[in-house]
């Protein structure tokens, strides 16, 4: 099993190296950084389990991340398309600063020469720095036909994995494949749950543990009252009846405490549950966060933008720090419906089409910028106006589902149908 | 039809393997949501077009018919309701950049929105005229806003004068009211749509949420060039110094792209001016895909999460037949075989789920009267456990930030932390103090409703008070399986038909209505 996610994640790995020069490829790994410029305000076991991932490379954070124990991929979706222009900003593309005259990042935090990051993310920069935190520019969807700049539309698509030819959402295509026998294998950390697990009803959405409880003072006779009532409605009263059995569940081992502090948004409270249950050993195979960071930056980015990044960032270094060693069993993955237009709207940014995505995790091969840069100038664009998906969303998902969740690349293509996450697109952005 | 279906298939499922299935319990775990909805078409009627049956509604739905009581419901008006809503809640009624002004430029800026919010509930609570108010919550989502984007309340004059103004009007006539709204052109940023800083915000979300929907025969280009005749439509916005002129609609002809434009296969001549809007709004309105779409969206809420396709073509002709009469549409399709097929296909939202368990219980005041302002006048708090619970449960009245409005399916609403929230407000509503004069004490139940609760509690042994909690909570009888496990958890080890102490009553049925209220029985419309 170990052998054949490594080789898979070696095939990656050449199959990126095969590609031709591009204007923004970065062909090596960021400068070896400092142990110590990672940890920063965390407690000794989190700076240890940092030093660790960042003087990590190759086989051993490999076998260490796979191996041990059943891995946790989280989703995050950024909610009404997050301008990722702005966000990994390529500074060296030397039409950025001409199409955005007055959105532009002036000062990026530079990330390899040519990508930057927004300063409103400089929580992630150490986690970059020290291997752990990767992304993959240019992302979207391949086939033209898929591509819509509708919220609504693309969000659907986006979840359901392909734009016909499937049924539910792709992560109920996962769950459907996974052997978990975890009550809490499907979480939801948000309010809801999301369409992508549309198709698989054992998905559970919580939005604080601290609540997990209807309070009755009648306690556990009320909760195996609502267990019996609903159970005998059949299908209509299966997530009653479910809800009921989770409150019975966490009356006996309620999940532990944060750590550290996460930032009053969606993605923060969604994060603290997530790491909450996998604190807890509540084995959560997949999670999804919904990232409400005010994406959708139609007029006044810039101050938009400076208000909500640093919650972004600082709801995902929180998930970071307060795993600590556990990160070695967690990808976390970022996601938006598409991206925004390359050319600024004085002052904000109409609905565009390729975006970039984030990785985190002690098996991500961080410090780099993965991908392929299609280049902003006018031929390059997409219609004229957008930035030009040149690694579609799906072999990103793909390539962490066969090299952590343990599917077979026939089992990829049946989550994403079309040869689209087939290994041969992968980008080896794992260890 | 679905309904006689799925009894054939049990009555199959039972009797092949009726030697396994010796207790009722078994067979009812191959329920279908028709069969928890029950075969009771006023209760049905009445599950859909209100925020919930009460005692007096289903009397008088019985007394006159279905078909009556749907004239009535769409002819009504509630002057009393209307009258005791602006009394409590005043702010509703005045203009929002006045309220802006008057309370000093934002220093208090949640107290309009709340009273807006609160005033929503209440009238979805108390007023007669549910359809109405349905009807406004349904448009409410349709040309959704959100209500803390913009600091002045201009969602006050949009809820009143787009939203409830034309709620049962004609869809033509709302449409063209939402596009001459200044809380809809900031919404939607076309205040910032200017000749040469084109926003396309307003016009992608007119043509694919408010008009022709997704796929219904606009491009990419159509969109563009919308936006282009809706640029320089805003508002006047420069506070202070015009500060009650703040929030009126103007057209700036110097903002407004001069070029000759293609929209929806009709050209414009360069040059067009403000005359163009009204001329691409027409072409909107008489478009197939808008009667479609709008078609759909009322089938959606009033008859199935997927509505049935027959009937979507049906109410969409009668759109175009009638120039967007919202009645017809309605009188069509709540008299449609395809809606009496239809109990128990949709699940309660939580605000139909929150205000239906308050109907329910007969209380019709939105909870905590006892506030008084500054000057010792009494006042409605209006954030209590009903709105708190709301929000808890992502569902607070105006609170969805993007333009879609909130879902209408299960798909959505179906899930645990939603659910999780119910039980939290029911939990509050029974044994919290927020409604605990208006449950425990009837002397100070002010209104005219009928505390169903306070009946219950008022029962001496536990068979009553269960059969007393089922009948007047749910109005349809529960599986005996189900009632048996309610009675053993009410009578716990005494017998059920001797008399208990009121306190340990009362408090085992306080329990019971929480978990009524929170099953598939209740939840299910």
């Not at chain 2, 396994?20 to 078994?26: E, H, S, T, V």
Request: hydrophobic fraction near 45%.
């Amino acid at each position: 099993m170990l052998s054949r996610r490594a080789l898979l994640t070696l095939l990656a790995a050449s199959g990126t190296a095969a590609c031709g020069s591009r204007p923004g490829e970065t062909t090596a790994p960021a400068a070896a950084p400092p142990a110590a410029a990672s940890g920063g305000a965390t407690s000794s076991g989190v700076t240890s389990t940092t030093s660790t991932g960042a003087v990590t490379t190759g086989s051993t954070g490999g076998s260490n991340a796979v191996g041990t124990s059943p891995h946790t991929l989280v989703v995050v979706f950024q909610r009404f398309a997050a301008d990722w222009l702005n966000l990994l900003v390529p500074y060296g593309d030397p039409d950025y600063a001409t199409l955005r005259p007055n959105i532009k990042v002036g000062s990026p935090l530079d990330l390899d020469g040519y990508f930057g990051l927004n300063p409103g993310l400089a929580d992630l920069k150490p986690l970059y720095d020290s291997g752990r935190l990767g992304f993959v520019a240019a992302t979207g969807w391949l086939p033209q036909e898929a591509r819509d700049r509708s919220h609504f539309f693309a969000q659907s698509i986006a979840e359901a994995g392909a734009r016909s030819g499937v049924s539910g959402g792709w992560l109920a295509r996962v769950m459907l494949r996974d052997s978990s026998d975890s009550s809490w294998a499907a979480l939801a950390a948000e309010s809801a749950v999301p369409a992508s697990f549309q198709g698989y009803a054992g998905a559970i959405a919580v939005r604080n543990f601290a609540d997990y409880n209807h309070g009755s003072v009648m306690g556990d006779a009320a909760t195996a009252l609502i267990e019996t009532i609903a159970g005998l409605a059949g299908t209509p009263g299966e997530r009653i009846r479910q809800l009921a059995e989770g409150v019975r569940e966490l009356q006996a081992s309620p999940p532990p405490e944060p750590t550290v502090s996460y930032p009053a948004t969606s993605l923060g409270q969604g994060l603290k549950v997530a790491a909450q249950a996998i604190r807890g050993g509540l084995a959560p195979r997949v999670i999804s966060v919904s990232s409400e960071d005010d994406w959708d930056t139609h007029v006044n980015q810039v101050s938009r933008h400076a208000a909500a990044l640093p919650n972004f960032a600082g709801a995902l270094r929180a998930f970071h720090d307060d795993l600590g060693e556990l990160m070695d069993g967690v990808t976390l993955v970022t996601m938006t419906e598409f991206g925004r237009k390359a050319k600024e709207n004085l002052g904000g940014t109409d609905h565009g089409t390729a975006s970039s995505m984030l990785l985190m995790g002690a098996g991500v091969l961080g410090g780099r910028v993965h991908g392929q840069w299609p280049g902003l100038s006018a031929s390059a664009l997409y219609q004229g106006e957008d930035l030009e998906p040149t690694t579609d969303f799906r072999a990103v998902l793909g390539e962490i589902l066969a090299g952590r969740l343990g599917l077979s690349p026939a089992q990829v293509e049946e989550i994403f149908p079309g040869g689209y996450a087939a290994p041969a697109n992968w980008r080896g952005f794992l260890r | 039809m679905m309904q006689r279906r799925t009894f054939l298939q049990l009555a199959g499922y039972s009797a092949l393997y009726g030697g396994l299935l010796a207790d009722f319990g078994r067979s009812a775990m191959a329920m279908e949501p028709g069969e928890v909805a029950g075969s009771d078409l006023d209760l049905h009627l009445l599950r859909r077009i209100s925020f919930g049956p009460t005692p007096a509604s289903l009397a008088r739905v019985r007394a006159v018919g279905r078909a009556a009581y749907i004239e009535e419901q769409l002819a009504a008006s509630d002057l009393l309701a209307e009258t005791l809503t602006a009394a409590l809640y005043p702010l509703i009624n005045t203009s929002g950049s006045a309220i802006y002004l008057s309370t000093g430029a934002g220093f208090v800026v949640n107290i309009h929105q709340l009273e807006l919010q609160s005033a929503m509930l209440h009238r979805a609570l108390l007023s007669s005229a549910q359809l109405h108010e349905v009807m406004v919550d349904f448009w409410n989502d349709h040309f959704n806003t959100y209500i803390r984007k913009n600091p002045v309340p201009l969602k006050i004059d949009f809820d009143r004068n787009v939203i409830r103004a034309n709620a049962l009007g004609n869809f033509k006539t709302l449409l063209k009211a939402s596009v001459r709204s200044a809380e809809m052109l900031h919404y939607l940023d076309n205040w910032l749509n200017r000749s040469g800083q084109i926003n396309e915000n307003y016009a992608r979300e007119l043509l694919e949420l408010h008009s022709l929907g997704k796929g219904g025969g606009y491009s990419e280009a159509d969109m563009k060039a919308l936006s282009l005749i809706l640029s320089g439509l805003g508002f006047i916005t420069d506070l202070p110094f015009s500060a009650l002129a703040y929030g009126t609609v103007q057209f700036n002809a110097s903002q407004h792209d001069g070029s000759a434009k293609h929209f929806l296969g009709v050209d414009f001549p360069a040059g067009g001016g403000e005359a163009e809007i009204d001329r691409a709004l027409d072409l909107i309105l008489a478009h197939p895909g808008t009667a479609q779409h709008i078609a759909s969206k009322l089938c959606r809420r009033f008859v199935a999460d997927d509505p049935p396709a027959a009937l979507v073509e049906r109410v969409a002709a009668t759109f175009t037949a009638t120039g967007g009469d919202i009645k017809a549409m309605l009188r069509l399709i709540l008299n449609s075989a395809e809606f009496e097929a239809s109990a128990g296909a949709k699940l309660k939202r939580p605000l139909e789920a929150m205000v239906g368990a308050l109907r329910a219980c007969g209380i019709n005041q939105v909870d905590q009267l006892a506030n008084t302002n500054l000057f010792g006048i009494p006042v409605a708090a209006p954030n209590g456990l009903l709105f708190n619970s709301l929000v808890q449960a992502g569902h607070e009245p105006f609170g969805w930030v993007p333009p879609n409005g909130y879902p209408d399916s299960a798909d959505y609403w179906g899930n645990s932390n939603t659910m999780l929230y119910q039980q939290k407000f029911l939990v509050g509503l029974v044994e919290g103090l927020s409604f605990s004069y208006l449950l425990s004490d009837p002397i100070s139940f002010l209104t005219l409703g009928n505390s169903v609760a306070t009946g219950v509690t008022r029962a001496k042994t536990p068979r009553k008070a269960v059969s007393n909690a089922v009948a007047n909570l749910l109005f349809t009888p529960l599986p005996e399986a189900a009632s048996a496990a309610a009675l053993a958890f009410v009578a716990q080890d005494a017998d059920p038909d001797a008399e208990m102490t009121n306190t340990e009553l009362e408090k085992r049925v306080k329990g019971l209505v929480f978990v009524l209220l929170a099953s598939p029985w209740f939840l299910l419309r």
